[in-house]
């Protein structure tokens, strides 16, 4: 299955919209223009609240929090000390994924174990940063879509200086 994410050019918290491959809007991230930390929803186009995302606070590296709707949830962070650019979603159980690639130059693949579930790549061509997420049939759309949305804060973040 193939999306698209789209950042908007002109909006207060970051927000973006997730596209299907026929460019139809299916999802809206909405990100908060106040909170404590970094905060991001994930919403149908009808505004029903399907995933958040929250920043974890106290961290050694920017780390945040994915809880789906369903009853998924995640960790996400970079991992200390390694050469090559990776980071580490931990899924409850033994599901753990991994994001490893050029994720600097936002061209990376999503990886459980040796097997490559999904692939983030930036297109180059729009106004505003958009990326293409090809994500594999049986997979947990939601939770892969909303890590890369985290992936793009720790990058933003990591761009700015910022840190946890």
Not at 67 to 89: N, Q
Not at 135 to 162: R, Y
Request: glycine letters at 8%; charged letters at 30%.
């Amino acid at each position: 299955m193939r999306f698209t994410l789209k950042q908007h050019l002109i909006s207060l918290g970051g927000d973006s919209t997730i596209q299907d491959e026929r460019g139809k809007d299916i999802y809206f991230v909405d990100g908060a223009v106040i909170s404590i930390g970094r905060r991001l929803t994930i919403k149908d186009m009808q505004k029903h609240e399907l995933a958040t995302i929250q920043q974890e606070l106290i961290a050694f590296t920017p780390t945040f929090h994915i809880k789906v709707k369903d009853g998924t949830s995640a960790k996400v962070s970079m991992k200390i000390l390694t050469i090559t650019d990776r980071l580490k979603i931990d899924v409850p159980g033994w599901n753990d994924l991994e994001a490893r690639g050029n994720i600097f130059h936002h061209e990376y693949g999503i990886f459980r174990g040796s097997d490559e579930v999904a692939h983030v790549s930036k297109a180059w061509v729009s106004l505003t940063d958009s990326y293409g997420i090809q994500i594999d049939k049986d997979e947990d759309v939601l939770l892969l879509l909303s890590c890369a949305v985290v992936i793009d804060e720790i990058l933003e973040m990591k761009e700015k200086g910022e840190k946890s």
